[in-house]
């Protein structure tokens, strides 16, 4: 069974930077795929941004692009989220996923895609 692991979140003032660390446990895979995704209070979950497995190609969601970074460290399981010029719309629980596939591009935003979740940080932005 694959377990992940979100760590890192916090209070930040706005303009701030967070890095949030998912590690990985379990059945493991040499490379692979991860995405973030985060929810607010009374919103749907949306996709922040995804690595893919291999190529390791990273994608990102429009309001994030420029600011976040998606990375792994693929020989201790570990994936990150660098978040730079926080904003106090980026403040939600924040979840990492990962699958044993190798989902297409135009899947990578969709939460459906994603098999195993994390249980969530909270990423406060103050203004």
């Known amino acids: 069974q694959v377990q992940l692991v979100e760590s890192g979140g916090g209070l930040v003032q706005a303009g701030g930077s967070l890095r949030l660390s998912c590690a990985v446990s379990?059945?493991?895979?040499?490379?692979?795929?991860v995405a973030w995704f985060r929810q607010a209070p009374g919103k749907e979950r949306e996709f922040v941004a995804a690595?893919?497995?291999?190529?390791?190609?990273?994608y990102a969601a429009g309001s994030v692009r420029g600011r976040f970074t998606v990375s792994r460290v693929n020989g201790k399981n570990t994936a990150y989220l660098q978040m730079n010029s926080l904003e106090p719309d980026d403040t939600a629980v924040y979840y990492c996923?990962?699958?044993?596939?190798?989902?297409?591009?135009?899947?990578?935003?969709?939460?459906?895609?994603?098999?195993?979740w994390g249980q969530g940080t909270q990423v406060t932005v103050s203004s």
């Open positions: 996923a990962t699958t044993s596939g190798s989902p297409i591009v135009s899947s990578l935003s969709a939460a459906s895609t994603w098999e195993y």
């Open positions: 379990g059945r493991t895979f040499s490379t692979f795929p």
């Open positions: 690595l893919k497995r291999g190529t390791g190609t990273t």
